[in-house]
């Protein structure tokens, strides 16, 4: 069975395969394209596909889904979402600039029942193919960007957004809306980006929980449950984990001293350097630097 990837009229301008965490791409995988008008063939695919139109103006398109033709105009935060197992075909009628998200069902499955409780089945997506959330679209958007940056601490937050954006995902298609789902709407993907920046400036600084808390402007013990239920991580693991991320990429340096290097990345000392780095690496910063200075 081909994939979606393989029949889009023009190769993905980006795309998150190869160039994430295997822990990210396990979650999703992101191709943004934009292409001239064209068709695409009536194809059925095993995985499900999220379609975020980037373009500022409204454009047709006719989708096959399934029995059903629609013939619609596609407007800017609109998305579509065509489920596995079900006959999909388009039809560009202008010049289109898309973000395509790839979920696997089995995947998408796990991630629902373990980290949100809750069920998502196949005919719940059926049910609402299209939809404007500007909150979805924002997540996706950010997801993009992390990918296109390729920047210093790039890697963790693409994942992180890709977290936010399943859950968002589910938000809009859960079997109900839970507390837990309601809760988490409250921590939005602009939230999570004055978070990074503040983390990505001051990561070298002695920072509290409570400081990045008053940066998204919400309590300490408030944020600390939206972070946990929506990124995955604690603050506090989320801090340490980038900090190890930033110690890594200075010690493929190898003029650098590794105490130089912690105290950079907001350590207390080497030996607590050297601690947080095998429990997120699996080794410690001199076998790290060994292997990649």
Excluded at 183 to 198: C, G, I, Q
Excluded at 259 to 282: L, N, T, W
Aim: proline share 4%; glycine share 4%; net charge negative.
């Amino acid at each position: 069975m081909r994939r979606y990837q393989d029949i889009y009229p023009s190769a993905p301008i980006l795309m998150s395969d190869g160039s994430v965490r295997p822990s990210a791409a396990e979650l999703l995988s992101l191709e943004y394209f934009e292409a001239e008008p064209a068709s695409m063939p009536h194809e059925v695919f095993s995985q499900h596909h999220i379609l975020i139109n980037l373009k500022a103006e409204p454009h047709r398109v006719e989708n096959w889904r399934g029995e059903e033709h629609r013939d619609f105009t596609f407007r800017k935060n609109e998305v579509i979402v065509t489920p596995s197992g079900i006959k999909s075909g388009w039809r560009w009628h202008e010049h289109s600039r898309c973000i395509v998200i790839t979920l696997d069902p089995a995947m998408l499955e796990a991630f629902t029942q373990n980290e949100l409780g809750k069920v998502l089945t196949h005919q719940q997506l059926v049910d609402t193919p299209q939809f404007e959330d500007a909150d979805l679209t924002a997540a996706a958007t950010m997801l993009y960007e992390a990918l296109r940056q390729s920047s210093s601490g790039s890697q963790i937050m693409f994942e992180s957004l890709a977290r936010i954006f399943l859950v968002k995902l589910v938000e809009r298609y859960g079997d109900e809306q839970s507390e837990e789902l309601a809760f988490s709407r409250a921590f939005t993907p602009a939230h999570y980006k004055r978070v990074l920046d503040f983390v990505s400036q001051r990561f070298g600084d002695a920072i509290s929980i409570e400081d990045i808390a008053r940066e998204a402007g919400l309590s300490a013990s408030h944020f600390t449950r939206l972070f946990k239920r929506t990124v995955g991580d604690t603050p506090h693991q989320f801090l340490m984990r980038y900090r190890v991320e930033q110690a890594a990429k200075m010690l493929a340096d190898k003029s650098k001293a590794a105490i130089e290097v912690a105290h950079a990345c907001g350590f207390s000392d080497q030996p607590h350097m050297s601690r947080v780095f095998k429990q997120y690496r699996g080794e410690t910063p001199s076998a790290w630097q060994r292997r990649h200075a």
